[in-house]
């Protein structure tokens, strides 16, 4: 994003099993109250991160992934999704 102003940087280590977040949700906070972009650095897939960014409505760039939008997120959310994110590809059936 060339030409924009950073409002705020923020950081937060992920831990796999705690799903607190304190630093999304003041960045969250801010982002919404300046009608701003969130820039992110690695989007997280964790359970409790994606819907947290969904629900918010925040707009946001992610770095490793700048096709990702809100969109992405709802499929990704997707119970479908999921379970065919998690089905072996290019499995044979044998009959």
């Given at each position: 994003m060339r030409g924009a102003d950073v409002l705020a940087r923020f950081t937060e280590v992920e831990n796999g099993r705690e799903n607190e977040r304190p630093e999304?949700?003041?960045?969250?906070?801010?982002?919404?109250?300046?009608?701003?972009?969130?820039?992110?650095?690695?989007?997280?897939?964790?359970?409790?991160?994606?819907?947290?960014?969904?629900q918010s409505g925040v707009r946001f760039l992610a770095c490793d992934m700048p096709e990702a939008n809100d969109l992405s997120l709802v499929l990704w959310l997707s119970p479908r999704s999921r379970s065919a994110a998690r089905s072996p590809r290019g499995r044979r059936r044998r009959w």
């Open positions: 999304l949700a003041k960045t969250l906070t801010l982002a919404k109250l300046n009608g701003a972009t969130l820039v992110i650095d690695r989007l997280s897939r964790t359970a409790a991160f994606l819907p947290t960014l969904r």
